[in-house]
């Protein structure tokens, strides 16, 4: 029996907004070509670059940080900015983030950073930014079942986003985006509208929990987050996909095909 790939370290975010009528959450949707949860409606994310941990003194709120933890918050910060648009960084000496007019300027660097033309550190001496890793908020930790061909090792981070940044899909890894409601995203899973994958659905479950981004960041700050690595389990009455019950979900066990396609 082969051995079961290593988990590639991976992180994301789910960035937040207070909405109109309620608590919203910006979600992308994954380009039918890409070889993990293609057409998926999913938080901008993916997996961790090697220079990501090789820029603590560009970080702010990493102190405490060892180089792994600190990586998947530059990761984390980096996937957002390439996937939709949003940067958390500051100006040296400044509290307030970045402006929309500043993160305008920077949109070029979108693009470069993605076919690795240049490195987050690059990036950040070039233009003279701080990545605000203290404003990110961890939230869950899944690991890919050992049965899968690709794995990741990801950590789920929210994050307030700015209100004056504009959020837009980068058209390469996904081809849509939408500011939506926990409420709205479940709605269409269940109807087949937008096809989301487990360990999404799960967190979009638990966001439903929240009203705000506020009440959001709160209980994820009351909650152990515990690494969740799924398995199967086959039984007299079919095949389960199971979790544990301490990560403490809405579910922990859910059995195949009995959801709508």
Do not use: W
């Given at each position: 029996m082969s051995q079961a790939p290593t988990p590639v370290p991976a992180?994301?975010?789910?960035?937040?907004?207070?909405?109109?009528?309620?608590?919203?959450?910006?979600?992308?949707?994954?380009?039918?070509?890409?070889?993990?949860?293609?057409?998926?409606?999913?938080?901008?994310?993916?997996?961790?670059?090697?220079?990501?941990?090789?820029?603590?003194?560009?970080?702010?709120?990493?102190?405490?940080?060892?180089?792994?933890?600190?990586?998947?918050?530059?990761?984390?910060?980096?996937?957002?900015?390439?996937?939709?648009?949003?940067?958390?960084?500051?100006?040296?000496?400044?509290?307030?983030?970045?402006?929309?007019?500043?993160?305008?300027?920077?949109?070029?660097?979108?693009?470069?950073?993605?076919?690795?033309?240049?490195?987050?550190?690059e990036f950040l001496d070039r233009e003279d930014l701080l990545l605000a890793c203290d404003l990110l908020q961890p939230y869950a930790h899944w690991v890919t079942p050992e049965m899968m061909p690709k794995r990741f090792d990801t950590w789920f981070y929210l994050a307030h986003a700015p209100a004056d940044h504009l959020a837009i899909h980068d058209g390469h890894e996904s081809v849509d985006s939408v500011w939506i409601s926990p409420t709205d995203a479940l709605a269409g899973a269940k109807t087949g509208q937008y096809t989301v994958?487990?360990?999404?659905?799960?967190?979009?479950?638990?966001?439903?929990?929240?009203?705000?981004?506020?009440?959001?960041?709160?209980m994820a700050r009351a909650r152990k987050i515990i690494p969740v690595l799924p398995w199967t389990e086959k039984r007299a009455d079919g095949n389960y996909l199971c979790i544990q019950a301490e990560a403490g979900y809405s579910i922990s066990e859910e059995k195949f095909n009995e959801r709508p396609a």
């Open positions: 992180a994301t975010i789910l960035m937040l907004r207070d909405g109109t009528d309620a608590l919203e959450v910006f979600m992308v949707v994954r380009h039918h070509q890409i070889d993990f949860a293609s057409g998926a409606l999913v938080f901008p994310g993916g997996k961790v670059d090697a220079g990501d941990s090789q820029v603590r003194s560009r970080c702010v709120g990493v102190d405490a940080a060892d180089d792994i933890s600190l990586a998947l918050q530059v990761g984390a910060i980096r996937e957002a900015f390439e996937e939709c648009g949003i940067l958390l960084a500051r100006e040296p000496g400044s509290t307030d983030l970045i402006s929309a007019k500043r993160l305008l300027q920077l949109e070029p660097y979108r693009e470069a950073l993605v076919k690795n033309e240049l490195s987050i550190a994958i487990f360990p999404t659905r799960l967190n979009i479950e638990m966001l439903s929990e929240s009203d705000s981004v506020e009440e959001a960041m709160a």
